[in-house]
């Protein structure tokens, strides 16, 4: 399977997961705040690549940036801990926003799971301060980690 294959195939999964979710639960929360992820298509959404770098040691450092329609491109940045995470690694990730990226900015909350010894995966997902979720990245990992962390971070659009 081609790498954007695996990518594309890893986010329909997950917006499957929230119409699942969202059909058992209709008026929950989270089904409310990511109604937007129930009719999310390659028209509403921002196809995006970028590099990922994280290091630490429980206390951990991450910086993420997505390369957009020329010239435009989003970073996002976080630093945290003590948290059970162990990493040193970069990779490219591929994936999409599911918001207009120009719309973001300021603090927002993410997830990120990466497991390898030496090759491995790594995803991110990026949510508002509400866990309405604005993007999901895919990637293979080049280096060492055992990471799954939640916390907040500092995404600006260029």
């Not at 907040?152 to 260029?158: E, K, R």
């Amino acid at each position: 399977m081609e790498p954007n294959e695996r990518v594309i195939q890893l986010l329909e999964e997950r917006k499957q997961r929230f119409r699942d979710f969202a059909r058992l639960q209709p008026d929950h929360p989270f089904t409310l705040a990511n109604k937007h992820m129930l009719e999310a298509s390659p028209q509403t959404s921002w196809a995006a690549t970028g590099t990922i770098e994280m290091t630490g040691v429980l206390w951990w450092a991450l910086s993420f940036g997505a390369a957009l329609a020329p010239p435009n491109t989003v970073i996002f940045n976080a630093h945290g801990g003590p948290s059970a995470s162990i990493a040193i690694f970069t990779s490219v990730l591929t994936g999409a926003f599911h918001v207009d990226p120009s719309t973001l900015g300021g603090e927002c909350q993410f997830t990120l799971q990466a497991v390898a010894g030496g090759v491995g995966e790594v995803s991110l997902y990026l949510y508002d301060m509400n866990w309405t979720e604005t993007g999901g990245f895919f990637g293979a990992v080049g280096g060492l980690s055992a990471t799954y962390i939640s916390s907040t971070g500092t995404i600006t659009y260029y």
